[in-house]
């Protein structure tokens, strides 16, 4: 098993940035890394997701451009570059882990086995 921790999360106006990281302890070797997000009355949506490598990544078209999806194995991490950040950013984000299946362009959540307990990005407009 592996367990996430993200971290990173915060009150940033619009157009500003922030950087979201997710630090794996316990079995950390997963084929895919994700972020998703929740906004408050919504459902869970999928952000970004990379493969092992890191040379695939897949992002939700809302945020194509802007965010940023990187992954450092050596430290077992994974981060979330957002910039030009917009009030319909405002949501808890989580991590995820999942095998390598899950790197495709919109990957089911079921796709992934782990997930982190969330950090809170809210942007005032």
């Known amino acids: 098993q592996v367990q996430l921790a993200e971290s990173g999360g915060g009150l940033v106006q619009a157009g500003g940035s922030l950087r979201l990281s997710c630090a794996a302890s316990?079995?950390?070797?997963?084929?895919?890394m994700g972020w998703f997000r929740q906004a408050p009355g919504k459902e869970r949506e999928f952000v970004a997701v990379?493969?092992?490598?890191?040379?695939?990544?897949y992002y939700a078209d809302s945020v194509k451009g802007r965010f940023t999806i990187s992954r450092d194995n050596a430290k077992n991490a994974v981060y979330l570059q957002m910039n030009s950040l917009k009030p319909e950013d405002t949501a808890v984000y989580y991590c995820?882990?999942?095998?390598?299946?899950?790197?495709?362009?919109?990957?089911?959540?079921?796709?992934?086995?782990?997930w982190g307990q969330g950090t809170q990005v809210t942007v005032s407009s």
């Open positions: 995820a882990a999942g095998n390598a299946r899950a790197v495709r362009p919109i990957p089911r959540q079921t796709d992934f086995g782990f």
């Open positions: 316990g079995r950390t070797s997963y084929g895919a």
């Open positions: 990379i493969s092992w490598s890191g040379l695939s990544t």
